[in-house]
C-alpha cells in the first residue's frame, strides 16, 4: 500500500504540471477570441460607434447599427466560432487516432466526399438547412468507409491512409468540376462561391442548425475522447483492458466526420481550419492534441480570418475561406518540417 500511495502522491504534481499549460493556453485562447470578435463589431473599415452597439446589446431599437449588428455581424461571428470548433474537433479527432498531422479531414479526403455531396444536394436536389447537413454527413461518411476500406481493411496503417484519402480527395475534386459545368450558370455561380468556404450567408436560422446538430454530436465526445486515449495505447492493449476495438473506431469515426462535414453544410469547407488547429494547441502547450482546445482554436481561426477577410483590403471583402487557404499554406510546411524534424512524419 504504501508504495503505491507514495506513486499516487508523486504523480499529483505531475498531472497538476500537464493541466498549467492547458489552462494558460485556454486563457489565452479565449482572449484572442474575444479581441478579434470585439475588433470586428468595433474596429476595421466599417466600424459601429460603441455607444449603438452598447445599446442595441440593452435591448434598445437603433436603427441601421440595429440591424447591422443583429442580422449580420453577430450571426457570422456565432456561425464561425461553432464552425470553427467543428472543424478542430474533427481534426484533432483523426490527427490524434492515426498518430500524423496531416490526418485532417480536409487533408484526407474526406472534406471532398461532404462537400461533393452537399453539391449535388444544393443544385440537383434543392435542399437547404437539415437537408444539406444530413448530405453533407452522408458524404463525409461515405468517403471516409471508403479510405478506411483501401487502407488495409481498417488496420491501423496512417500513411497508407492519408495517401488514399489523397487519391479520393483528388478524383472528387474533378467530381465537383464536373458537376459544376452540368449546372445553370447562376447556380453554378452560387457554388463556386459556397465551395470558396464563407460566412457571409450565416443567419440565426443557419447558427440554430450548426449549435443544435454539433450538440447533439458533440454529447458523446466525452466517450469518444475515453476510448480513443485507450487507443492510443494500441488496439491489442485497449483489446486486453476490455474496449470493443471494432465499435470504438467505428464511433470515433463517426463523430470526427460529422464534426467536419456539419460545418461544411453551413459555411462551405474553409480551408486548413481542421488540419491546423490541432497541431498549433500541441506547438502552444508542447504537449499532444488537446481536443478541447483545438476546439477553442479552430474557433480563433476562423473569427481571426472574418475580421481580415473583411478589413485586408479597403474596397473588397474576400470570403473567409479565402483568408484560410493564404495563411494555412505555410503553416502546413511549417508542420512538415516540424514532424520531420521528429521522426514522425509519416
Excluded: H
Excluded at 282 to 310: E, H, K, M, Y
Aim: proline share 5%; charged share 10%; with cysteine.
Amino acid at each position: 500500500m504504501i508504495p503505491a500511495r507514495t506513486a499516487q502522491t508523486a504523480a499529483a504534481p505531475a498531472t497538476r504540471r500537464r493541466r498549467r499549460p492547458v489552462a494558460r493556453c485556454a486563457a489565452w485562447l479565449a482572449a484572442v477570441l474575444l479581441l478579434a470578435a470585439a475588433a470586428y463589431i468595433f474596429a476595421g473599415r466599417d466600424a459601429l460607434p460603441a455607444g449603438q452597439v452598447l445599446q442595441v446589446l440593452g435591448g434598445q431599437s437603433v436603427p441601421g447599427t440595429g440591424f447591422i449588428l443583429l442580422e449580420d455581424r453577430l450571426p457570422r461571428l456565432v456561425v464561425g466560432i461553432l464552425a470553427g470548433a467543428g472543424f478542430g474537433i474533427s481534426g484533432s479527432l483523426f490527427q490524434r487516432w492515426l498518430g500524423n498531422p496531416l490526418a485532417s479531414p480536409d487533408v484526407i479526403g474526406i472534406g471532398y466526399g461532404a462537400a461533393t455531396a452537399t453539391i449535388v444536394a444544393m443544385i440537383y436536389l434543392g435542399l437547404t438547412g437539415w437537408g444539406l447537413n444530413l448530405a453533407a454527413l452522408a458524404g463525409g461518411l461515405g468517403v471516409a468507409a471508403l479510405i478506411y476500406w483501401l487502407s488495409a481493411s481498417g488496420s491501423r496503417t496512417g500513411p497508407r491512409l492519408i495517401l488514399a484519402g489523397l487519391a479520393i480527395g483528388a478524383m472528387l475534386q474533378a467530381v465537383i468540376q464536373f458537376l459544376l459545368t452540368q449546372a445553370q450558370l447562376n447556380t453554378a455561380a452560387d457554388a463556386i462561391r459556397w465551395l470558396t468556404g464563407s460566412l457571409a450567408p450565416s443567419t440565426w436560422e443557419k447558427a440554430w442548425v450548426l449549435l443544435i446538430a454539433l450538440g447533439l454530436v458533440g454529447a458523446l465526445l466525452p466517450l469518444v475522447i475515453r476510448q480513443l486515449k485507450l487507443l492510443e495505447l494500441g488496439e491489442d492493449a485497449a483489446a486486453a483492458l476490455g474496449l470493443r476495438v471494432g465499435s470504438a473506431r467505428m464511433l470515433l469515426v463517426l463523430v470526427a466526420v460529422a464534426m467536419g462535414a456539419i460545418p461544411v453544410a453551413v459555411t462551405g469547407p474553409l480551408a486548413f481550419v481542421a488540419f491546423l488547429a490541432g497541431p498549433i494547441t500541441a506547438a502552444l502547450t508542447r504537449g499532444a492534441i488537446n481536443i478541447g482546445l483545438a476546439a477553442l482554436t479552430g474557433a480563433v481561426i476562423v473569427t481571426v480570418a472574418n475580421f481580415l477577410a473583411a478589413n485586408l483590403f479597403a474596397d473588397l471583402s474576400l470570403p473567409v475561406g479565402v483568408i484560410t487557404g493564404a495563411f494555412g499554406a505555410p503553416f502546413l510546411i511549417w508542420v512538415l518540417v516540424r514532424a520531420n524534424s521528429r521522426g514522425n512524419g509519416g
